[in-house]
């Protein structure tokens, strides 16, 4: 209802939404004075996870409007639009919400709308918008027929009916909201409003288990008991809503709910890489490192620091406390390896910082072909000493054993430390240690996902552009989904492949399928935002953005994607602003260099941006960044034949070339390359029909016209 502004509070120096109330609203005094009544009382409500309300102004023609806290983040109707959302963390956004309402209900105040659009998704929790509105709403007696679909579904029965309604509303509600989160679709649906209250007062909702077997049945009990229809049947309020939804969680129930939230990195952890004590070995001590993240990252309730930023603890020697706080983890693990002959010896500690003790420990003796029993003991006592209840699904994760020759899981290891080395004869060298695992054990999911990998990252990373290792990619994840159509590695490589062929929505939706199996694996991650950005879906990524940079924080170039993200949407202020912080963190990376400099230039600040190419050639001498950096930089005026052998296979580069052909004047090349992106997948219309300043010169020339009305379409009709 109304209309919302992002402003700038120049007393105090804070940003703050302005919302409009619709003008009809503001001319009736009584109805006026109502309002404002209902509005101070929210205001009064001070909570986390409550978007708190500062003042009540009007404007010179008398026009009503509410200023609040700028809650910066995606409100859940936008995060439910990407799909369904893991169980535990629909579970912890409910809780979250119960929260506030057990806050409000305490001091009177009945919210009455609680829906995904009222429910902002913030990087410091949920937060409930537009407390007090609602029941003003209900003052100016707006019909059923009136309200829109979307609001009817989230009504309680007995304000279908018109009744009086009390805190149990909002009960139901937040009912029906996670029911959404859990299941991806409503309890009640209708062609209309009346259909669907009708449905809403009649008919029983479908059992939520019977949507997503990953629901247990303890928590499809606790969602039908919030939808009860009989009053006295309901949860009975929202401090016995938040306290059952923790239960479900395994989380500790603070004595407060009122003021205490438990803050989700107390369910995080990270694996510290094994020390090897014995020379020549670490490939096997970060292969067990490596396993046991794997087997810990398919269990969604624990927020698991990934391979990459772990690995960059190897070898230091920092206090666990500082560790544990720059991750934001409550718990750690550290161990050892040592290996003499075929005998092994393993050990492990996993460390709660809080108390500064060790939760569990274990020693294991065995023999190299036991590592595997070792891998599995070790992930289970984890979960075990954490309290984590499992679904079967994760049970079943957590119990398969995709390798058990050690042989062949040893040479699995070597070849995933030369795939990290993204050279050609690095490549070489893991596909030959891959076929002699595979000699071992013969066809195997997890070694076929390798070489699929492999053959991929030959043309991803240049390397080798021959269009064999993208056929044979395409082969393998199709093998790969045969043998187990609900694989992650299949789904995920089939992605990969398939966004190099032009076909982005398809790769996306099988790269969302990945996520779904496996929600906390980076490279699903990075490779869904970046595609989201060149399609013109920048906003949609940025919630997977920050489960990267919770999950991989020490890795510089992730760090930087929601600096990528604004300046795919056009946001070069804020992307440049996102740069700077990381920027000195990844010169080693020439990409991050150039983007950064491209965000510059894009936000009017070319001088800046110079200095920035020009140290690629300095620095990169022999890359193709370097050369480019030159064209943006004038230095050069077209772009060699290397270069678009390097990059001219990538949707992103290719508008990189373009922009750089629009500086130098040449339009007709510019628009070649945008025309060479957009079968690639690039059809951010917003950006190059709009935002992109370089591109101006090109927007009356008719084959620039043609081509934005064909993006256009495409972009319109494209869908994540």
Request: charged share 25%; aromatic share 8%; glycine share 8%.
């Amino acid at each position: 209802m109304g209309v919302v502004y992002k402003a700038r509070d120049t007393k105090l120096g804070r940003p703050v939404a302005l919302k409009f109330l619709p003008p009809e609203f503001s001319h009736d005094e009584q109805v006026k004075q109502r309002f404002i009544r209902e509005a101070q009382a929210a205001s009064a409500t001070d909570h986390p996870n409550i978007c708190p309300v500062h003042s009540i102004e009007t404007t010179s023609d008398d026009q009503l409007f509410i200023v609040m806290a700028f809650c910066d983040g995606q409100t859940l109707k936008e995060r439910l639009e990407q799909g369904s959302i893991p169980v535990d963390e629909g579970l912890w956004i409910a809780a979250q919400v119960a929260d506030g309402l057990a806050k409000a209900h305490g001091q009177g105040v009945v919210h009455r709308d609680i829906k995904p659009g009222n429910l902002m998704l913030t990087e410091h929790g949920v937060r409930i918008l537009d407390f007090g509105l609602a029941k003003f709403a209900d003052s100016l007696q707006l019909t059923l027929a009136g309200s829109p679909l979307g609001t009817v579904a989230y009504m309680s029965p007995e304000q279908t009916r018109g009744e009086e309604i009390d805190a149990r509303s909002d009960i139901w509600s937040l009912g029906v909201v996670l029911y959404q989160m859990l299941t991806g679709e409503l309890p009640f649906k209708g062609g209309y409003p009346e259909a669907v209250s009708h449905a809403i007062r009649t008919e029983d909702p479908a059992p939520p288990r019977s949507k997503n077997a990953d629901i247990s049945i303890d928590a499809d009990t606790f969602i039908l008991r919030l939808l009860r229809k009989p009053l006295k049947e309901r949860v009975q309020s929202a401090r016995e809503a938040a306290r059952g939804l923790r239960q479900l969680l395994g989380m500790t129930v603070p004595q407060d709910l009122q003021t205490q939230v438990i803050p989700v990195s107390r369910r995080s952890i990270v694996v510290l890489p094994f020390v090897n004590l014995t020379e020549g070995d670490d490939y096997f001590a970060d292969g067990l490192t490596d396993e046991i993240i794997t087997d810990l990252s398919s269990v969604r309730a624990l927020r698991v620091i990934s391979r990459t930023s772990s690995m960059r603890l190897k070898g230091r020697s920092d206090p666990l406390a500082d560790i544990a706080a720059n991750l934001g983890v409550q718990y750690l693990l550290e161990g050892s390896v040592r290996r003499s002959g075929s005998s092994l010896r393993v050990t492990t500690k996993l460390i709660d910082i809080a108390s500064d003790s060790a939760l569990w420990a274990h020693k294991y003796s065995g023999t190299t072909e036991d590592v595997f029993t070792i891998q599995e003991s070790i992930s289970r006592g984890i979960v075990d000493a954490l309290h984590l209840v499992l679904s079967p699904r994760e049970s079943e994760r957590l119990l398969a054993r995709p390798l058990d020759d050690i042989r062949a899981y040893e040479s699995y290891l070597k070849a995933k430390q030369e795939m990290l080395t993204f050279t050609k004869d690095g490549l070489d060298r893991a596909l030959a240690f891959l076929e002699n695992s595979e000699q071992l054990v013969g066809e195997n999911i997890l070694l076929l996902s390798a070489k699929g990998h492999v053959h991929w990252q030959y043309v991803n990373a240049g390397v080798d552009n021959d269009p064999a290792h993208l056929e044979r990619a395409r082969v393998i994840a199709e093998r790969i989904l045969t043998l187990s159509p609900e694989s992650e590695h299949g789904h995920r490589l089939r992605g990969l492949v398939l966004v190099h062929e032009g076909k982005i929505q398809e790769g996306i939706r099988s790269l969302r399928k990945a996520l779904d199996i496996d929600p906390n694996d980076p490279d699903t991650l990075v490779w869904l935002c970046v595609f989201c950005g060149i399609t013109g879906k920048a906003a949609a990524a940025r919630p997977w953005a920050e489960r990267l940079k919770a999950i991989d924080p020490l890795t510089p170039l992730f760090q930087v994607l929601p600096a990528v993200l604004a300046t795919m949407d056009g946001k070069f202020d804020e992307a440049i602003e996102a740069f700077a912080p990381h920027y000195a963190g990844n010169l080693d990376n020439p990409g991050v260099r150039l983007a950064y400099g491209q965000a510059l230039a894009l936000g009017g600040r070319r001088d800046d941006a110079r200095p920035i190419f020009e140290s690629l050639s300095r620095d990169f001498p022999d890359s193709p960044f370097a050369h480019l950096g030159q064209f943006y930089a004038g230095a050069a005026r077209s772009i060699t034949p290397d270069v678009e052998t390097a990059l001219g296979g990538d949707a992103q580069y290719c508008w990189f070339i373009a922009d750089a052909y629009a500086l130098a004047g040449d339009g007709a090349s510019a628009i070649k390359w945008l025309e060479r992106g957009a079968k690639l997948g690039f059809i951010n219309y917003p950006l190059l029909a709009t935002h992109d300043p370089f591109l101006k010169p090109l927007r009356g020339d008719p084959a620039f016209i043609s081509l934005m009305t064909d993006i256009k379409h495409h972009w319109e009709s494209f869908s994540l």
